[in-house]
């Protein structure tokens, strides 16, 4: 039996992690191509798998979705976020701030992630998903 199948298919919430990666005053986010928000912007971040640490689903996120190397994962908040689209679903989002290699290049997936691109602090997209907008003013503050 998976367990978290099990957890998820009886409506428990799902482990989610997000990065907040910010970089000369910018902010890390990619456009959400698929599933909850698509057409939205977001803090790069995904599902937790199996036998998975968070800190290590962060910066495998941040790869897969972003094409970023990061290190020194620190939790800054979780969070309850409730999606009532077609997916409706609730999750738990653990937020960490991460550091960015500087040779890292950015890079979409195609799949879920159609963009990636850093927004100044005060010019963000005005389509931003999953309360990330509260979760980057909130944490962004020098």
Same mark, same amino acid.
């Given at each position: 039996?998976?367990?978290?199948? &099990?957890?998820?298919? +009886?409506?428990?919430?799902?482990?989610?992690?997000? /990065?907040? *990666? $910010?970089?000369?005053?910018?902010? !890390?986010?990619?456009?959400?191509?698929?599933?909850?928000?698509?057409?939205?912007?977001?803090?790069?971040?995904?599902?937790?798998?199996?036998?998975? &640490?968070?800190?290590? +689903?962060?910066?495998?996120?941040?790869?897969?979705? /972003?094409? *970023? $190397?990061?290190?020194?994962?620190? !939790?800054?908040?979780?969070?309850?976020?409730?999606?009532?689209?077609?997916?409706?679903?609730?999750?738990?989002?653990?937020?960490?701030?991460?550091?960015?290699?500087?040779?890292?290049?950015?890079?979409?997936?195609?799949?879920?992630?159609?963009?990636?691109?850093?927004?100044?602090?005060?010019?963000?997209?005005?389509?931003?998903?999953?309360?990330?907008?509260?979760?980057?003013?909130?944490?962004?503050?020098?």
């Amino acid at each position: 039996m998976n367990i978290l199948y &099990e957890c998820v298919k +009886a409506g428990n919430p799902h482990p989610v992690v997000s /990065a907040l *990666v $910010i970089h000369e005053n910018r902010v !890390l986010m990619v456009l959400r191509g698929k599933g909850s928000f698509e057409g939205h912007w977001a803090l790069p971040g995904g599902m937790i798998d199996r036998r998975e &640490e968070p800190e290590a +689903a962060v910066l495998r996120e941040l790869r897969e979705e /972003a094409g *970023v $190397i990061c290190s020194y994962p620190k !939790l800054l908040h979780a969070y309850r976020i409730e999606c009532t689209d077609a997916f409706a679903h609730t999750s738990i989002d653990l937020v960490y701030s991460v550091q960015m290699a500087e040779e890292s290049l950015l890079q979409a997936d195609g799949g879920e992630t159609q963009q990636v691109a850093f927004f100044p602090l005060n010019e963000l997209p005005e389509l931003i998903a999953f309360g990330h907008r509260d979760v980057i003013a909130k944490f962004s503050k020098p």
